[in-house]
Nanobody
Framework: QVQLVESGGGLVQAGGSLRLSCLVS????????MGWFRQAPGQERQFVAG????????EYEDSVEGRFTISRDNAKNTIGLQMNGLIPEDTAVYYC???????????????????WGQGTQVTVSS
């Protein structure tokens, strides 16, 4: 059974940085698009960033473009999300996810991601 475990969340002041990691066990990620999503209280889970199987292409939600960087290490079965210039609006639970079938087309639709981690809380204070 594939499991995803996020880590690296915490409390940070506005302007600060955090690096999230997602470790995958029980399965491989090298054949799949991987994504990061986030969910703030009272809001739907939304796409933050995605990366193709090879890492040659990435996509970002507009509000994080230029501040966040997604990465992957297929040999280590890990996904990363470097978050710089954090703002209070980034406060949310962050989830990593594995797409159900795509290796090279990044989808922003959460329903197309079939395996999810439990999430890690990121809180940005003003």
């Amino acid at each position: 059974q594939v499991q995803l475990v996020e880590s690296g969340g915490g409390l940070v002041q506005a302007g600060g940085s955090l690096r999230l990691s997602c470790l995958v066990s029980g399965g491989e990620i090298s054949s799949y698009v991987m994504g990061w999503f986030r969910q703030a209280p009272g809001q739907e889970r939304q796409f933050v960033a995605g990366i193709t199987w090879s890492g040659d292409r990435v996509e970002y939600e507009d509000s994080v473009e230029g501040r966040f960087t997604i990465s992957r290490d297929n040999a280590k079965n890990t996904i990363g999300l470097q978050m710089n210039g954090l703002i209070p609006e980034d406060t949310a639970v962050y989830y990593c996810a594995r797409h159900q079938w795509s290796a090279s087309t990044i989808s922003r639709a959460r329903m197309e991601y079939g395996v999810w981690g439990q999430g890690t809380q990121v809180t940005v204070s003003s």
